[in-house]
């Protein structure tokens, strides 16, 4: 069974970072691609960006780029998003997602349970 | 980069049939038929529902079904059930390899 496991809630002030972990099981965590995504309080999805933890390429969000930054850890099986210069608007839930097995399209099938960053002052 | 067009609510009666549609310019559905939907209920995670324009995941009710007609993508629940009510949104792939989600939609069972 394919899981996805997100550390837990944070809280920051403005101007300082965030690092959300997700840990992943029941596949082979170098063959499919991590996406990282934001959901503001009512608001929708929004695809921040992707690494291919083969190789470590990442694709950014051209709104994030510059402020993010996914890594993975393929020995321990653990994608990592790296959020800088903190700012209110920020305050949201961070999914992280991974393909569907067995499909060619490499769209999130899977995801964490989500992560709640709350940045205030 | 524009997120896909969605309706933002869509309501039918339980045993009706609805359909969500989700448009956008040609780069932002990349040439490609990696057109993905997602159910979401309050405080939960998204859930796929359609992958690839038109197939379903294992487990998911063939109540639903997904298709494309150029630019525009469509998610249709028939039979629909109070368990359908939540926000769905469509995903594709662009032409420049990043993904976009849609606006979302609203569905909500009278």
């Known amino acids: 069974e394919v899981q996805l496991v997100q550390s837990g809630a944070e809280v920051r002030r403005p101007g300082t970072t965030v690092k959300i972990s997700c840990k992943v099981s029941?596949?082979?965590?170098?063959?499919?691609?991590m996406h990282w995504v934001q959901q503001a309080a009512g608001g929708g999805l929004e695809w921040m960006g992707l690494i291919d933890p083969q190789d470590g390429e990442t694709i950014y969000a051209e709104k994030f780029q510059g402020r993010v930054t996914i890594t993975a850890d393929t020995s321990r099986e653990i994608g990592y998003m790296e959020l800088r210069r903190l700012r209110s608007e920020d305050t949201a839930v961070y999914y992280c997602?991974?393909?569907?097995?067995?499909?060619?399209?490499?769209?999130?099938?899977?995801w964490g349970q989500g992560t709640l960053v709350t940045v205030s002052s | 980069q524009s997120a896909l067009t969605q309706p933002a609510s869509v309501s039918g009666s339980p045993g009706q049939s609805i359909t969500i549609s989700c448009t956008g310019p040609?780069?932002?559905?990349?040439?490609?038929?990696?057109v993905s939907w997602y159910q979401q209920h309050p405080g939960k995670a998204p859930k796929l529902v359609i992958y690839e324009v038109s197939n379903r995941p294992s487990g998911v009710s063939n109540r639903f079904s997904g298709s494309k007609s150029g630019n525009t993508a469509s998610l249709t629940i028939s039979g629909l059930q109070a368990e359908d009510e939540a926000d769905y949104y469509c995903s594709s792939y662009t032409d420049t390899s990043t993904c976009v989600f849609g606006t979302g939609t609203r569905i909500t069972v009278l």
């Open positions: 040609t780069r932002d559905f990349g040439g490609y038929n990696y």
């Open positions: 029941g596949y082979t965590f170098s063959d499919h691609y």
């Open positions: 997602g991974t393909a569907l097995l067995g499909a060619d399209s490499s769209l999130p099938g899977y």
